[in-house]
Structure formats: structure tokens, C-alpha cells
């Protein structure tokens, strides 16, 4: 059974870095193939792709956001991470980690429940 | 980057009828090896997505299947064949042809 959750501060202030986790089990992020995304939602607004990470380190970033992000992982202890600089009252919403499958393609076929972010002075 | 647009931005469906939902791309989701990498997936409310239809068409685990993909290059469909009330939420379209993966804007089913 694949299972994904995601942790976080809960809030923090502008200007600030928000550093998320995702800890995963059922899966290896060292398995030909696999991924870890990231997702966010903004209350009451759409899903807005956020990274990517791979089995081989390739790493792709949404280009908007792109200067303000850093997605990594620690393999052996099946965590994936990810780190937004600089955040402000429009980055406060909900993110969520997925698994990147191997079959369907590049399917995010299990998501984490998600973890409501606050940015607020 | 790949613009995904979805139509109509809210549809309104009593139980048991047809629907579809429209997902047009900006760009073609047809890779140079033949994969169209477009999936859609449904978010009921308070919940995470949760995945419906892989590679356009393909139904996934434990989806019912009145649901159905079609489509190809630039102009996809989700069609749900008989609402039932379990089906309100938001639908998003989503690809990964392209290395920078793009979500529709969402399509909120209601059920009259």
C-alpha cells in the first residue's frame, strides 16, 4: 500500500523559507522510473504544479516559481523535500506530495492528504 | 508552457445523466515515441485528487466505469456516463508530455 504525508510549519511570516517534507512508504525513490511531485491550492482555487524529483536526481521545477524553489530527497529514509524561498500572503495554501508512478506513464497515481500552509505577519 | 484549458467551468447534472468535460492544450500532448501523456483526476470536497483516467483513456484502479477519456493531440474529453451523486467535485486535466507538467483550470460538477 502506497501512503504519502506531507508536514510542515503550520505558518510562518513573509519574507520567510518554507520548508516541507513528504514521508512515503509502499515505494522507492531509488526504483527505475519513480518520481515525487508537488502540488499546491490556494483555498477555493485550482491545483497549481509546483516540482518534480526522479529516481536518477533529474529534478524540473515550474519555470513562474523556478528561482524560489529546491526540491530534493533522501532515498533511504523515503522522504522528499521541498524548500520555497522568500514566501508571501500568495503562497499560503495547501501542498500536497504525490507519487510519480511507473506505469500510466508519468501518473500521479497516490497523493497525501495535505498540509494547510499559513503566510501571515 | 503548455496552457490547458478547461470547459465548462461549472456544470450542473442531475442523477443519471451524461456529461463531458472538455481539456484543450495549447500545445500538443503527442511525444515523439507516441505516448500522449494526459490524465484527469477528481477532487471531491475536502478530499485530495484522486486519479480517474491515465494516457487519455485508460481507466484507473477502482474507477467506475462510467467514466471514460477520449481524445488526441490538443482536444481531450472526460464523459461520465450515468451521474451519480458520489461524482460532485472538481475535475482537473492534467499533462506530462512535457517535462513542466500543467493542470486544467477545473470543471465543478454540481448535482441538481
Known amino acids: 500500500q502506497v501512503t504519502l504525508k506531507e508536514s510542515g510549519p503550520g505558518i510562518l511570516q513573509p519574507s520567510q523559507t518554507l520548508s516541507l517534507t513528504c514521508t512515503f512508504s509502499g515505494f522507492s525513490l531509488s526504483t527505475y522510473g519513480m518520481g515525487v511531485g508537488w502540488i499546491r491550492q490556494p483555498s477555493g482555487k485550482g491545483l497549481e504544479w509546483l516540482a518534480n524529483i526522479w529516481w536518477d536526481d533529474d529534478k524540473y521545477y515550474n519555470p513562474s516559481l523556478k528561482n524560489r524553489l529546491t526540491i530534493s530527497k533522501d532515498t533511504s529514509n523515503n522522504q522528499a523535500f521541498l524548500k520555497i524561498t522568500n514566501v508571501d500572503t500568495a503562497d499560503t495554501a495547501t501542498y500536497y506530495c504525490a507519487r510519480i508512478g511507473t506505469t500510466g506513464g508519468y501518473v500521479m497515481d497516490a497523493w497525501g492528504q495535505g498540509a494547510s500552509v499559513t503566510v501571515s505577519s | 508552457d503548455v496552457v490547458l484549458t478547461q470547459t465548462p467551468s461549472t456544470l450542473s447534472a442531475t442523477i443519471g445523466q451524461s456529461v463531458s468535460i472538455s481539456c484543450r492544450s495549447s500545445?500538443?500532448?503527442?511525444?515523439?515515441?507516441?505516448?500522449?501523456?494526459l490524465y484527469w483526476y477528481l477532487q471531491r470536497p475536502g478530499q485530495s485528487p484522486q486519479l480517474l483516467i491515465y494516457?487519455?483513456?485508460n481507466l484507473g484502479s477502482g474507477v467506475p466505469n462510467r467514466f471514460s477519456g477520449s481524445g488526441s493531440g490538443t482536444d481531450f474529453t472526460l464523459k461520465i456516463s450515468g451521474v451519480e451523486a458520489e461524482d460532485l467535485g472538481v475535475y482537473y486535466c492534467m499533462q506530462a508530455t512535457h517535462a513542466i507538467f500543467t493542470f486544467g483550470s477545473g470543471t465543478k460538477l454540481e448535482i441538481k
Open positions: 494516457l487519455v483513456s
Open positions: 500545445q500538443s500532448l503527442l511525444d515523439s515515441a507516441g505516448n500522449t501523456y
